[in-house]
């Protein structure tokens, strides 16, 4: 069993910036491939970045070039730079971390709210 704990959401004005953070507890975190997903009111849950237990990277259309999705092993955290943020990326943010479809954990989620 990982536990997730994430951490870093809140209120910014659109063109802001937010760090999110996601921490494992567990060191086996390091073969895990970390995504982080939104939901929005109303809105399914939706993959924004992922990132392999390599290094590999990927992101949703919306948020390329303004999001940055990075891991750090040694501390067992994943992070989610956002920039240029809009109200539309107003959402819960949840990490997730899988291995296998067994292993396969969420974090609580975070809140972000983009608004003046």
């Known amino acids: 069993q990982v536990q997730l704990v994430e951490s870093g959401g809140g209120l910014v004005q659109p063109g802001g910036s937010l760090r999110l953070s996601c921490v494992a507890s567990s060191s086996l975190f390091r073969i895990y491939a970390v995504g982080w997903y939104r939901q929005a009111p109303g809105k399914q849950r939706e993959l924004v970045a992922a990132?392999?237990?390599?290094?590999?990277?990927n992101y949703a259309d919306a948020v390329k070039g303004r999001f940055t999705i990075s891991r750090d092993n040694a501390k067992k955290t994943a992070y989610l730079e956002m920039n240029s943020l809009k109200p539309e990326d107003t959402a819960v943010y949840y990490c997730?971390?899988?291995?296998?479809?067994?292993?396969?954990?969420w974090g609580q989620g975070t809140q972000v709210t983009v608004s003046l």
């Open positions: 990132i392999t237990s390599g290094g590999s990277t």
């Open positions: 997730n971390a899988k291995y296998t479809s067994i292993s396969d954990y």
